[in-house]
């Protein structure tokens, strides 16, 4: 498939979350709704207590939308690899267009990891906020993760 999108789902979960956190399902349902039948549906997410199901394998679970191609990305710990492994995705199939699906909290710096790595190209981000509302938790993780951000994202430019 030359030219196609990538819809990139990012994960979410709790330790000891035990299965989809409602976040994550808010992410699956807008993935759902603004996938076509011919794109690549990435799902990328961790697990994060050893011995339990991975985010994306967990998502693949609740998946209801469309697709021609699921793929299923359980290595990416943080918002830099999710973005490092989606893009390698999107570069190998010759993607024109990656539609990250994230919260709303999230999308600015899931934005920024994903254009940084595909600076040198021609593939178009964009992002599709999930219906999960502002969370001030939301907002106060990001706001303590964003200083740790750029070492995840430097690192991840490098090993692409």
Same mark, same amino acid.
């Given at each position: /498939?030359?030219?196609?999108?990538? =819809?990139?789902?990012?994960?979410?979960?709790?330790?000891?979350?035990?299965?989809?956190?409602?976040?994550c399902a808010a992410r699956v349902e807008?993935?759902?709704? =603004?996938?076509?039948?011919?794109?690549?549906?990435?799902?990328?997410?961790?697990?994060?207590?050893?011995?339990?199901?991975?985010?994306?394998?967990? /998502?693949?679970?609740?998946?209801?939308?469309?697709?021609?191609?699921?793929?299923?990305?359980?290595?990416?710990?943080?918002?830099?690899?999710?973005?490092?492994?989606?893009?390698?995705?999107?570069?190998?199939?010759?993607?024109?267009?990656?539609?990250?699906?994230?919260?709303?909290?999230?999308?600015?710096?899931?934005?920024?990891?994903?254009?940084?790595?595909?600076?040198?190209?021609?593939?178009?981000?964009?992002?599709?906020?999930?219906?999960?509302?502002?969370?001030?938790?939301? /907002?106060?993780?990001?706001?303590?993760?964003?200083?740790v951000f750029g070492i995840q994202l430097?690192?991840?430019?490098?090993?692409?």
């Open positions: /498939m030359s030219g196609g999108r990538v =819809v990139a789902v990012l994960g979410f979960s709790v330790r000891g979350g035990g299965g989809l956190h409602p976040v807008t993935a759902a709704g =603004v996938a076509r039948d011919d794109d690549v549906i990435v799902l990328s997410g961790w697990a994060r207590t050893p011995g339990e199901r991975s985010e994306a394998e967990l /998502m693949r679970g609740a998946w209801t939308g469309p697709a021609a191609r699921l793929v299923l990305d359980d290595g990416a710990t943080h918002t830099a690899q999710n973005a490092a492994h989606v893009t390698q995705v999107a570069r190998r199939i010759g993607a024109r267009e990656i539609i990250v699906v994230t919260s709303r909290w999230h999308a600015p710096r899931a934005g920024v990891a994903f254009r940084a790595l595909l600076r040198d190209t021609r593939i178009a981000v964009s992002l599709a906020p999930a219906g999960d509302g502002l969370s001030l938790r939301g /907002m106060a993780r990001e706001a303590v993760v964003w200083p430097a690192r991840a430019r490098r090993r692409r």
